[in-house]
């Protein structure tokens, strides 16, 4: 049976393309977006099956609607359900989600949609990227920064016991629905976490955006969209359009792609000093990272400290730490050495032949990457900032 889109189920959607030629895919945002899931899946693969691969929590409070949308399209769906958090990126839930795909029997030319946070986005993406030597998939992020970033551009993978992201592939989806909806029932934690991503995009690249977000945050935070009021979907949507534009001149990440690592290279390695725990979500150490690279790129002179200032009042305004010192536990164990955060800093992915590469900035929306910064003088800005008082 055909289920036609219904009339106002597009138009309330705002579609950003991503050119990547024969990759190339729309992302599709807007309120209530997740009822035409169907609709859309079917429109782009007709007679494709599906398997939903989403997490315990996430299944609580949207996979009805998700699988209703594909039952009322005429498309038959499996479900596959991990535990929620970052612990499912593993070899062995990787196994059994692809085990669960293929006794599915989705083959060539079927789906997988992946439903959730940026866990399940690229635990499902690896899997789509694996399974048959690569199948099909739908992203349908659930989190704030998975709607403005994990979903889009096509990274892909699990963690290896040795660090984050390890294990991974490029695979593109064919399609993003971002339903801005699905973030109500978000906790607020994860919001702001993932309103640090959003931020970046206008710390990175948009300074009208960054000064826009600055009015209107909260109306970002509410979602409310009474007296036409779309704050939510249009920072979404200014975000993926950044992002899109990015992955479509540097797909591979061999140059601009870095600049999303923005705030990233401290902030992994505050995240690995916290044990990858609830102590420090991801956007948490980004916030802090950023506001770090801000005042490093300070010192060195490339902004003023009145632009890292403003910065810096912004994310605590919005809720988000800014400092070492707001980490839980900050004076204990590693966090509190320069030396060791240092060392973990050259554990990141991105380094080259034992150099560091850093995000810094030029002004409030430009962002440049820097290779071949030497240890010594960040280790000396990391010693005074560790030195400040809590
Ligand atoms: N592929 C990329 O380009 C890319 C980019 C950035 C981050 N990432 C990855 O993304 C992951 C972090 O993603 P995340 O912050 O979305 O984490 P997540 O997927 O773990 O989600 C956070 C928590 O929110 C819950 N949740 C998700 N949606 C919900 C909803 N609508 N309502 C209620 N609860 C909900 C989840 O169950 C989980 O407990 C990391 O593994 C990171 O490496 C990938
Ligand atoms: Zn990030």
């Given at each position: 049976?055909?289920a036609?889109?219904?009339?106002?189920?597009?138009?309330?959607?705002?579609?950003v393309?991503?050119?990547?030629?024969?990759?190339a895919?729309?992302?599709?945002?807007?309120?209530?977006?997740?009822?035409?899931?169907?609709?859309?899946?079917?429109?782009?693969?007709?007679?494709a099956?599906?398997?939903?691969?989403?997490?315990a929590?996430?299944?609580?409070?949207?996979?009805?609607?998700?699988?209703?949308?594909?039952?009322?399209?005429?498309?038959?769906?499996a479900?596959?359900?991990?535990?929620?958090?970052?612990?499912?990126?593993?070899?062995?839930?990787?196994?059994?989600?692809?085990?669960?795909?293929?006794?599915?029997?989705?083959?060539?030319?079927?789906?997988?949609?992946?439903l959730?946070?940026?866990?399940?986005?690229?635990?499902?993406?690896?899997?789509?990227?694996?399974?048959?030597?690569?199948?099909?998939?739908?992203?349908?992020?659930t989190?704030?920064l998975?709607?403005?970033?994990?979903?889009?551009?096509?990274?892909?993978?699990?963690?290896?016991?040795?660090?984050?992201?390890?294990?991974?592939?490029?695979?593109?989806?064919?399609?993003v629905?971002?339903?801005?909806?699905?973030?109500?029932?978000?906790?607020?934690?994860?919001?702001?976490?993932?309103?640090?991503?959003v931020?970046?995009?206008?710390?990175?690249?948009?300074?009208?955006?960054?000064?826009?977000?600055?009015?209107?945050?909260?109306?970002?935070?509410?979602?409310?969209?009474?007296?036409?009021?779309?704050?939510?979907?249009?920072?979404?949507?200014?975000?993926?359009?950044?992002?899109?534009?990015?992955?479509?001149?540097?797909?591979?990440?061999?140059?601009?792609?870095?600049?999303?690592?923005?705030?990233?290279?401290?902030?992994?390695?505050?995240?690995?000093?916290?044990?990858?725990?609830?102590?420090?979500?991801?956007?948490?150490?980004?916030?802090i990272?950023?506001t770090?690279?801000?005042?490093?790129?300070?010192?060195?002179?490339?902004?003023?400290?009145?632009?890292?200032?403003?910065?810096?009042?912004?994310?605590?305004?919005?809720?988000?730490?800014?400092?070492l010192?707001?980490?839980?536990?900050?004076?204990?164990?590693g966090?509190?050495?320069?030396?060791?955060?240092?060392?973990?800093?050259?554990q990141?992915?991105?380094?080259?032949?034992?150099?560091?590469?850093?995000?810094?900035?030029?002004?409030?929306?430009?962002?440049?990457?820097?290779?071949?910064v030497?240890?010594?003088p960040?280790?000396?800005f990391?010693k005074?900032?560790?030195?400040?008082?809590?």
């Open positions: 049976m055909s036609p889109l219904r009339q106002g189920e597009l138009a309330e959607a705002t579609v393309p991503v050119a990547l030629g024969e990759r895919y729309d992302i599709a945002i807007g309120r209530g977006l997740l009822a035409s899931l169907g609709a859309r899946i079917k429109a782009l693969r007709p007679g099956k599906c398997a939903i691969v989403t997490d929590t996430v299944a609580r409070h949207h996979l009805a609607a998700a699988e209703a949308s594909l039952t009322a399209a005429g498309i038959a769906s479900r596959v359900v991990v535990p929620p958090g970052e612990g499912s990126k593993s070899y062995a839930t990787f196994q059994q989600v692809c085990e669960q795909i293929i006794a599915a029997r989705i083959e060539r030319g079927d789906l997988i949609v992946a959730g946070g940026g866990v399940i986005g690229d635990l499902a993406g690896f899997a789509a990227a694996s399974v048959r030597r690569g199948l099909d998939y739908v992203q349908v992020p989190t704030l998975a709607q403005v970033d994990s979903s889009v551009g096509g990274k892909t993978g699990i963690d290896s016991p040795l660090g984050k992201n390890l294990i991974g592939a490029f695979h593109q989806p064919i399609l629905v971002a339903d801005t909806a699905l973030l109500d029932t978000l906790p607020k934690r994860d919001f702001r976490a993932g309103y640090a991503e931020a970046k995009y206008g710390l990175l690249g948009d300074a009208a955006f960054f000064a826009w977000l600055e009015k209107n945050w909260q109306g970002v935070f509410s979602g409310e969209q009474s007296a036409g009021n779309l704050a939510r979907e249009h920072a979404i949507a200014v975000c993926c359009r950044a992002k899109a534009s990015i992955v479509a001149r540097d797909e591979r990440e061999t140059g601009e792609r870095a600049l999303l690592n923005l705030g990233h290279t401290f902030g992994h390695a505050l995240e690995a000093a916290t044990g990858f725990s609830d102590r420090l979500f991801h956007g948490e150490g980004v916030s990272g950023m770090l690279a801000a005042q490093f790129s300070a010192k060195l002179g490339m902004i003023g400290d009145a632009d890292a200032a403003r910065l810096e009042r912004h994310l605590i305004e919005a809720g988000l730490p800014t400092r010192q707001d980490i839980a536990g900050f004076a204990q164990e966090l509190a050495d320069a030396d060791a955060l240092m060392a973990l800093m050259a990141d992915k991105k380094v080259e032949r034992g150099r560091l590469t850093f995000i810094l900035l030029e002004a409030v929306g430009r962002a440049v990457v820097v290779k071949n030497e240890p010594a960040v280790r000396d990391l005074d900032k560790l030195a400040q008082k809590a």
